[in-house]
């Protein structure tokens, strides 16, 4: 038996006990339920009273973390073990912001003074781009940074960038492009000029089919406006691992920035995979985004678990996951910046924790990953918030918002924070049918009429949610955010017991399209492949073929 097995057994007849009891109760008995069932860590409140939790609930869920080894995995993973099994790495995101100076090894090797060394060029490299000291190939300052990347080299510098475009420098601009869809990178070319456009081609291994024709592409698009080669010095920089594939693709080794295996893709924006962050806020800025991170990781490794906020948001997740059957969780930014938030989550932890298999190669006993997914607010609760509200399903959701605007109009931010509030609210309390008729009867209406509608504005209440608050969305909380959710994901890991850092389930469906291609680039009838397939690329020919005949 498991360690962690008595007490998941524990859990359950717990659950049994409370599945019934009602928010709205738990708050009536419990004045204090609020203060006990809320903390602040880094500048970020969190605020998790609003759920099906009593202080039973969350010492076994304590307890289940503690069991599970906890522990000893957040050692191995500041240490610098490889707790990647299956790709034999060290695990070391939080190496790339240690900026307290804790001694982090890579197989005997200390890794701070190879970060140190990239943050350093990163600094020379910004600041002559900023300032205007590097020059396009016709002596014109940069004005338009273009990253090409993919999945952990796009979503992380695109959600940050655009987290802080208050920070940008006037005058810079800043472009992303991922998509093997031709459309993005000529869509995002046309509105741009040659002559003042910087391309950063980041890849970790140098080698991704959609990130190497993207930038083949762009690299044609600069010598053709140019007219010349060496153009491509001035205006492509790389960041990667691969030196040699960098240097190959005509990108000198001066113009590239490393960083190392131990950095997992959807881990890496705070490396050198950040220079597009960089050159918006500058490194001052860059290096207040790493700070943010390096406190919430002190938080992490250093607070008992009853209340350290990425356990505590973890194991709220693990109660709805593995004890309620909840399949989905919400992410619910009321914060336009943080537009990419849950785009960059779903990254994170569904590539991480969407496993079945878990480290000792057994099949894992319950379901894991949740499906991670939301918009911001208040766009989001004049969408899909009524499933939220009256669907049949659970829906664990995250609500977060700044007291302070970054730009602020009138009343608006406050009608903001009152939504995001108030969602919480709703979903806590519902409406009795009782109340509705209540409410509609006051309202004039007849009686007969409000009898029948009664029951549609119902609301069953007693929904969980969380809600974290921060002063302002600046690099230092923005970096405290993320690395908050990154050791949510580790920390549910650890419970599934599942590595967290491969991602072998995206593989096959690559290996597919390299098979298929030839096969979309001919027009021969195609039988050499499942009959669904041959039958979707014969009718993408005989498509093609219609156009061609008009
Ligand atoms: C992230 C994944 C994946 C990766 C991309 C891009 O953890 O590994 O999203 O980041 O496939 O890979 P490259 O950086 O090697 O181009």
């Given at each position: 038996m498991k360690q962690g097995d008595a007490v998941r057994g524990r859990l359950e007849a717990h659950w049994a006990r409370v599945a019934d009891v009602d928010m709205r109760q738990l708050f009536a008995d419990d004045p204090d339920r609020f203060a006990a069932f809320s903390l602040s860590a880094v500048g970020i409140f969190l605020d998790y009273s609003r759920h099906r939790v009593t202080r039973e609930t969350m010492s076994l869920l304590v307890d289940l973390a503690d069991r599970s080894g906890l522990r000893q995995m957040i050692d191995a993973m500041f240490r610098g073990d490889k707790i990647n099994l299956t790709e034999n790495r060290s695990v070391l995101h939080t190496a790339l912001r240690n900026r307290c100076g804790r001694d982090v090894r890579v197989d005997g090797q200390p890794v701070a003074s190879l970060v140190e060394g990239v943050l350093a060029r990163m600094r020379t490299f910004t600041e002559r781009v900023r300032s205007g000291e590097w020059k396009g190939f016709t002596g014109r300052a940069i004005t338009d940074v273009v990253n090409i990347g993919i999945g952990g080299s796009d979503l992380g510098p695109v959600m940050v960038s655009q987290a802080l475009k208050p920070w940008w420098q006037t005058g810079l601009r800043a472009h992303f492009v991922s998509n093997i869809d031709p459309s993005h990178l000529v869509e995002t070319l046309a509105g741009l000029d040659a002559e003042t456009t910087l391309f950063v081609v980041a890849s970790k291994t140098f080698t991704t089919a959609e990130t190497m024709m993207n930038a083949r592409a762009a690299r044609s698009w600069l010598v053709d406006q140019s007219g010349d080669d060496a153009a491509v010095m001035r205006h492509f920089v790389a960041v990667s691992t691969n030196t040699e594939r960098v240097t190959s693709f005509g990108i000198h080794p001066d113009n590239m920035f490393g960083f190392w295996d131990w950095v997992g893709g959807r881990y890496s924006v705070w490396s050198a995979v950040g220079l597009p962050v960089a050159l918006m806020i500058g490194m001052d800025g860059f290096e207040q985004f790493l700070d943010g991170a390096c406190a919430m990781d002190e938080h992490f490794r250093l607070t008992p678990f009853e209340a350290n906020m990425p356990v505590i948001m973890a194991m709220l997740g693990i109660w709805y996951n593995d004890f309620w059957g909840a399949e989905t969780h919400a992410v619910l930014p009321y914060d336009q910046f943080l537009a990419r938030f849950p785009a960059y989550l779903q990254q994170l932890d569904m590539e991480s924790n969407g496993k079945t298999i878990t480290r000792d190669g057994s099949q894992a006993s319950c379901n894991t990953g949740p499906v991670i997914w939301g918009e911001p607010g208040t766009n989001g609760q004049h969408a899909f918030y009524q499933l939220i509200h009256q669907g049949s399903r659970l829906i664990p959701c995250d609500f977060m918002v700044a007291a302070r605007s970054q730009r602020p109009l009138g009343q608006q931010h406050d009608v903001l924070v009152a939504n995001c509030i108030a969602q919480g609210q709703a979903l806590m309390r519902g409406k009795t049918e009782h109340e509705a008729l209540q409410e509609l009867l006051a309202s004039g209406m007849p009686e007969q009429a409000a009898r029948q509608l009664a029951p549609h504005k119902r609301f069953a209440g007693n929904r969980p949610s969380s809600t974290l608050l921060y002063r302002e969305l600046n690099p230092f909380t923005l970096g405290a955010l993320i690395a908050l959710y990154e050791h949510k994901v580790f920390v549910q890991g650890v419970v599934w017991n599942i590595?967290?850092?491969?991602?072998?389930?995206?593989?096959l469906g690559k290996q597919l399209a390299t098979a298929l291609q030839p096969d979309l680039t001919g027009d021969n009838r195609v039988q050499n492949h499942d009959p669904s397939t041959n039958g979707l690329i014969d009718t993408i020919h005989a498509m093609r073929q219609e156009e061609d005949d008009d």
């Open positions: 590595n967290s850092f491969d991602q072998w389930g995206v593989e």
